[in-house]
Every structure is written in C-alpha cells, then in structure tokens.
C-alpha cells in the first residue's frame, strides 16, 4: 500500500492547494495567513531531496503515513499486548481512502496527524509509566501540531479530561509537569504569534471568520459533511470505528481509565462539533481528519479488550467480523480508486472529480506561455490564488507570476521580480467570469483581450480561462490593508 501511495504521489498532478503551499515553501516567512508554516517546511524538506517534483512535494505526506501507522501500532501495542490488535490498527488506516491513498496529497492535515498523534502517543507512555517527562514531550508535539493546523486546539478538552476526570486528577493539578508542557507548546508555537502581532492577528481574523460564520440550517451542509466522512474514512469502516470509540468512551469514563479517555475524547468532541457546525457550514473535507487515528487505535483496542470484559460471544464475534469487513472492502476500495485515476481513461464523474477538477493546467501554461512570446508580456497577472499558484509551479520562476488581487495572501514573501513587472506589459489569466468582477474598477490598467482557453481533463472541460494583454499599470505588490486590492475572501 505504500507502493499504491507512492506511485500515486508520483504520477498525479498536484493539486491547486498542493501547488499554492509549495509556493509557501520557497518563501522565508516565519508564517502565512491561511495556516501554520509546517505545511511549508515539510514540502521544502521533500523537495531538498527530490527537487520541484510531484514526488519531492508530497514526500513528507508519505512518510507521515507511515509515522502515523507506527505510532497506533505502539499505542495498541502498550495498552493490549495483543500483537492482532497491533496489526488492525495498522491495517484501518490502510482502508481508509483518506490515509491509504490520499495522504500522498499534502495539505496542512498531512502535517497534523502525525504530530497530533505523537502528542497521544506521549500520553498513554504517561498513563503507562507514570514517569511526568512525558507531559514534556506532549507539549513539544502538541506545539508541533499547532505549528501544523489551528484545529489542534480542538484535542484540549481530551487532554483536559485525561486529566482531570481519573482518580490522578490532584497529582497533575499540583504538578508543575503539565504547566510546563503547555508553555512548552506555546514556545514552539511562537512562529505563528510573532507573524500575527507583525501582521494584526490576520491569521486568527482569518480563521474566526470561518469558524464564526452563520447560515440558515441546510441538511444539504450536513449530508455533504457525513457523505464525505463516510467516503474518506470507509462506508463500513466509520460505523465500525464510531462504534469501538463510544464503547470506548463508555468503558473509560465508567472506570476513569486514562487512556480510554483520552483517546474517545480525542474523537468524540471534534466530531460532535464538525457535526453541529455542518448544520449550517460546508465543512471541509479535510478537516476532520486529524481525529480518525485515535478512533481508530481505540477500535483496536476496544476489540482485544471485549472478551477479557466478559461481553457477549455474539457481540464480540460480530464486532471482529465487522472489522475485518472494513479492512478488506476498504482497501479493496482504495485499490479501486487508485487505478481509477492511475491507469484508466474515463472521467466517470464529470466536472465534479475532486482530482480532476483540478487537472489539465499544463495546457494552460503552454498556452500562456505561447501568448508570453507573441506579445512581449514580461510576466503573468490573476485574480484567484489556486490559477496563481499552478501557474507559478509550472514557470517554477521564469516567468514572475502575480496574484493582483488579495495581496493580503502574500504579506513577507519575497519580490516576485518588479524590474521585469514595472513598465511592460503583463499577460492576465482567469477565469470566467473573474474577468468580469468589481475588482477591475480599482485597476487602471489597459486590457486587450487575446483569447479564451478550456482546462480539459479526460475529454471533459473543467474551466474556461481568458487571456488579456495588460498595459500601463503595475501591480501593488503591498498595498494598504484598507485596499480593495489587499482584502482576501473567505470561503465559507
């Protein structure tokens, strides 16, 4: 499966998203306005080694699976000493969609699940050792996470409860040892501060926005939201580790059992919220799973510890015969999928196919870099970050590539190259109908147009673009923030 993942990550293209946080790696920016820079860190890490590649981009993502895999291994390993169970907790993730195939695409997700799971995994060699260092170590990644994803913070009532609700609950109040790994974390967090008091918290203004934004109750929010959980995680495999992490819960906070606390906490709160919020919120496909891991090593264990608890043979059969369902349905799944988008020549989906939706932009380029030629443009305007951010990946730098609009996106990156920009003429490329929006009232730039190009994917048009010839203007690469041309927008 691992194969499986890496030939995936080497020959797909990368994604919008995949290509704007690679445009963060060759920035110097202690951190950026939509995330945290680990995203960043971890591509420049993959492409130290395999240079401007699909596979030096997605490296990291790789070996985070791989990380992720061994840290439940040694979770269920340290609580059953049940070497069946250690092996379903490697094999879960392997059925889900998300991290048997799709952890190959980095996102900021593919940096914090690794580290989130890491500062579980210190926890339960607390509860096991009871040796206080390791509240250290959960601080460092817990500091790591968040250096990785705001939504880290979502893991705080777990940590809360793990410690709070047990009968040690007086020890750790008393002891200096979690005190000192939360200000561990806020240290290793301080890149991300420092960036927001330099930049008026925009990082946080970004997020609440989002976090805070209200709309009229939609079942449809809320069907997308469980359809895609039960696609990335498995449509057997989400019941199945639903289920292991509530008799978790049940088990743990009955007995006040530290780890089972913890690990059905790490699930349950982040989901429950996901779920309120998808009442009236498109949720994210992504967002969610940084939770899944700690599901699942809890299904593992929860499976190895029913019959010790006296529970029936006919629930205990159907819980290990389910499970095994899930493995084997879902990476059959994953295989499926995998060949689907390596090897076969359809477009099943229409224009709606999450990877190639997002397809088809080498065309593009070689269009635009037809019109660079022909019309002595000396460098590349657009209006929306994901056509910004392919087109900066396939120029890689030959060509200077300017978003014109949402300058706020690109605070602390270096000068694209203003002695190409200033004083010649520059080549627009988007989208329609981002041609025709309100934001052109504020640019005073002559426009001529040149001609329309379709971003295809399997015989299927997933875009139109247009190009236009500018001239007499040059882009303000800082504006002031109360310029139109320096507000970003916030997809709800």
Same mark, same amino acid.
């Given at each position: 499966m691992t194969l499986v993942r890496v030939i995936y990550a080497g020959v797909t293209e990368l994604r919008t998203d995949e290509a704007y946080y690679w445009t963060w790696s060759k920035e110097s920016a202690l951190s950026f306005l939509d995330h945290p820079p680990m995203i960043a860190w971890f591509i420049r890490f993959g492409t130290a080694i395999f240079g401007d590649t699909n596979l030096g981009v997605r490296l990291a993502g790789l070996l985070a699976m791989l990380v992720t895999q061994a840290l439940l291994a040694d979770i269920v390993r340290r609580v059953t000493h049940d070497l069946r169970a250690v092996v379903l907790a490697v094999l879960m993730p392997e059925a889900a969609l998300y991290y048997g195939l799709l952890m190959a695409k980095v996102a900021p997700d593919t940096a914090l699940i690794p580290f989130a799971t890491a500062m579980l995994w210190s926890l339960v060699r607390l509860a096991e050792s009871g040796n206080p260092r390791w509240w250290l170590a959960a601080g460092l990644f817990g500091g790591l996470a968040l250096l990785s994803k705001f939504t880290a913070v979502m893991l705080l009532p777990a940590i809360a409860a793990f410690m709070l609700v047990p009968d040690w609950r007086r020890r750790w109040v008393l002891s200096p040892y979690p005190y000192a790994a939360a200000l561990l974390a806020v240290v290793v967090f301080l890149p991300v501060l420092i960036?927001?008091?330099?930049?008026?918290? *925009?990082?946080?203004?970004f997020q609440f926005v989002r976090a805070s934004a209200t709309h009229d109750i939609s079942l449809r929010t809320l069907g997308e939201f469980l359809s895609l959980q039960f696609g990335l995680v498995g449509f057997v495999l989400l019941p199945v580790v639903l289920f292991g992490t509530a008799l978790t819960a049940w088990r743990g906070y009955r007995a006040r059992e530290p780890v089972a606390i913890l690990l059905s906490t790490a699930v349950l709160v982040p989901f429950g919220y996901f779920l309120w919020k998808s009442l009236s919120l498109r949720v994210g496909d992504t967002w969610p799973m940084f939770l899944w891991p700690a599901g699942i090593a809890a299904t593992a264990i929860n499976i190895s510890l029913m019959p010790r608890e006296g529970w029936s043979a006919g629930l205990v059969r159907a819980t290990r015969g389910w499970a095994r369902i899930a493995v084997v349905s879902g990476i059959g799944f994953v295989v499926v999928v995998f060949l689907y988008y390596v090897? *076969?020549?359809w477009?099943?989906?229409?224009?709606?196919? +999450?990877?190639?939706?997002?397809?088809?932009?080498?065309?593009? *380029?070689?269009?635009?870099e037809n019109e660079l030629r022909s019309t002595g443009a000396s460098w590349i305007a657009t209006t929306d970050y994901r056509t910004y951010a392919m087109l900066r990946w396939h120029f890689n730098g030959r060509v200077p590539v300017v978003q014109i609009n949402e300058r706020g996106r690109f605070q602390d990156f270096h000068d694209p190259g203003v002695d190409r920009i200033a004083g010649h003429p520059g080549l627009y490329v988007g989208r329609e109908p981002d041609n025709l929006g309100p934001i052109w009232s504020a640019i005073p730039a002559g426009r001529q147009p040149l001609g329309r190009i379709d971003r295809v994917w399997r015989g299927v048009v997933m875009d139109t673009y247009v190009l236009?010839?500018?001239?007499?203007?040059?882009?303000?690469?800082? +504006?002031?923030?109360?310029?139109?041309l320096f507000r970003w927008r916030v997809l709800a």
């Open positions: 960036w927001n008091v330099q930049h008026d918290w *925009a990082s946080f203004r090897a *076969a020549p477009n099943l989906i229409g224009r709606t196919d +999450p990877v190639g939706g997002e397809a088809g932009y080498q065309a593009v *380029a070689a269009r635009v236009e010839k500018l001239t007499g203007w040059t882009p303000e690469l800082s +504006p002031p923030r109360d310029s139109p």
